[in-house]
């Protein structure tokens, strides 16, 4: 079994040629906090640097998202990822932008080259007029296993230290459960709610998800309170129970085919009998869970490409795009089938 709970993730809007040594310094103070050894902290701190630079000389309205990987929770299995995203041009050819001293703007070159080079893994999606994504993630050589096919990003809201939002995700033979967690409110005391029932359900992530609830409400009687939805993926269906204001939509080739809402109530205050509703998982894609800081008018015409995306760019493009600044937001991305449908 493996098991995930959510680091926050650092977010460096790429506004002046000046964030892209913010970038790099951010990456490189990261890649060390996760103790990652040797000379990966200054590998780091080069592939956020060459991720920024292009935002800044290219591209508009960009960002850069740093965090631990979803992978194993050993010092010596860390991983990092460092996800870039903007809203335009986009790449007239990933191809040619991809070889080592390519450029438009007679610079160097290094550029996305550098990128695939130092990399563990590249992904990269762009479309004219759109902008581009791109994910790199970094880590030792026989580190961890990233955990099945999953994308998450765990924000504050603008002027908050920490975040109320968390998030946990265990895979086992069986599949794979995620719990999405909004404590009330913001900051530390949100923050502690949040932990706190992430902490119960990694004490038993295998229970009916009804049972899963009635624990995290017990756990959390005196705290503020929180909003919390689980989903359970395998075996062809994916299972969902919620309670509050955490939403959740399921994907497909055709687009956005069901959405769920969490039940009436407040895990900790008023409990509603939990109740779990079942989606036949055969001809969809993914699902996506995500709290109110996440602005739901997403899912009434969405951009069939932005569906598409690997769950990671499909997470980084929801909170650039839809974010609301002034609340906590948590996206969990899940793809499927997951190697288990």
Request: net charge neutral.
């Amino acid at each position: 079994m493996s098991a995930w709970a959510a680091p926050e993730t650092l977010h460096v809007p790429i506004d002046h040629h000046s964030a892209v040594q913010t970038a790099a310094d951010r990456a490189r103070e990261l890649a060390r906090a996760c103790r990652m050894s040797g000379a990966l902290p200054d590998r780091a701190a080069v592939l956020a640097s060459e991720l920024a630079s292009n935002i800044s000389k290219h591209a508009r309205n960009g960002a850069l998202f740093l965090q631990q990987s979803p992978g194993g929770t050993a010092f010596s299995e860390v991983a990092l990822d460092i996800v870039a995203v903007d809203n335009g041009p986009g790449i007239p050819d990933i191809g040619l932008s991809l070889t080592d001293g390519f450029s438009t703007t007679r610079t160097m070159g290094a550029g996305l080259g550098a990128v695939r080079r130092i990399a563990s893994d590249l992904t990269l999606r762009s479309a004219a007029g759109r902008g581009t994504l791109a994910h790199a993630r970094l880590a030792a050589p026989g580190g961890a296993r990233p955990l099945a096919d999953i994308g998450a990003l765990c924000l504050p809201a603008d002027g908050q230290q920490t975040c109320g939002d968390a998030y946990a995700v265990v895979e086992d033979d069986e599949g794979l459960t995620g719990l999405v967690v909004d404590g009330l409110g913001h900051g530390p005391d949100a923050a502690a709610a949040s932990r706190r029932a992430v902490r119960t359900f990694l004490a038993r992530p295998d229970a009916p998800l009804p049972e899963v609830f009635d624990a995290l409400h017990s756990a959390l009687r005196h705290t503020r309170g929180a909003a919390a939805a689980a989903v359970r993926i395998g075996a062809g269906r994916a299972e969902y129970c919620g309670v509050g204001n955490i939403r959740a939509a399921a994907l497909s080739p055709h687009g956005i085919t069901q959405q769920f809402t969490g039940q009436a109530g407040i895990v900790g205050y008023n409990l509603p009998a939990p109740r779990s509703r079942c989606l036949d998982m055969s001809d969809h894609t993914g699902l996506v869970l995500y709290t109110d800081g996440i602005d739901h008018r997403w899912t009434r015409d969405p951009d069939p490409a932005e569906l598409s995306l690997p769950p990671t760019l499909l997470a980084a493009s929801l909170a650039h795009t839809h974010r609301r600044r002034r609340d906590d937001a948590t996206v969990l991305a899940v793809g499927s089938p997951l190697g288990i449908g």
